[in-house]
């Protein structure tokens, strides 16, 4: 019952912004955790940020601090991942996901997937 389709994703040169967006059916939004992850040619899937379902906390990596930001609209069950200054690393597939556990940096911990968003950065 629960789906994840994320989309927003495309190919833009470095310095451009992406806003990635992830539309939810299926949960009640305000009790999971969302989440973005995102996996490179070569690399294992990594968490790129977060936002919890109760009390809205944010969470990012290291990599996303001043560029990226996590927001939703509760009213449309859509959570966006806003990517500025993107650079050539960043270029990877981008996926939504959802928990309703605690761990949120942690890919185990979330149960639904989107299919991924293909992001590319030329330089």
């Known amino acids: 019952q629960v789906q994840l389709v994320d989309s927003g994703g495309g190919f833009v040169q470095a310095g451009d912004s992406l806003r990635l967006s992830c539309a939810a059916s299926?949960?009640?939004?305000?009790?999971?955790?969302m989440g973005w992850f995102r996996q490179a040619p070569g690399k294992e899937r990594e968490f790129v940020a977060a936002?919890?379902?109760?009390?809205?906390?944010?969470y990012y990596a290291d990599f996303a601090k001043g560029r990226f930001t996590i927001s939703r609209d509760s009213a449309k069950n859509t959570v966006y991942l806003q990517m500025n200054s993107l650079k050539p690393e960043d270029t990877a597939v981008y996926y939504c996901?959802?928990?309703?556990?605690?761990?949120?940096?942690?890919?185990?911990?979330?149960?639904?997937w989107g299919r991924g968003t293909q992001v590319t950065v030329s330089s």
């Open positions: 996901a959802t928990s309703g556990r605690s761990a949120v940096r942690a890919i185990g911990t979330y149960e639904y």
């Open positions: 299926g949960l009640t939004f305000s009790s999971y955790t």
């Open positions: 936002i919890r379902g109760v009390n809205a906390i944010i």
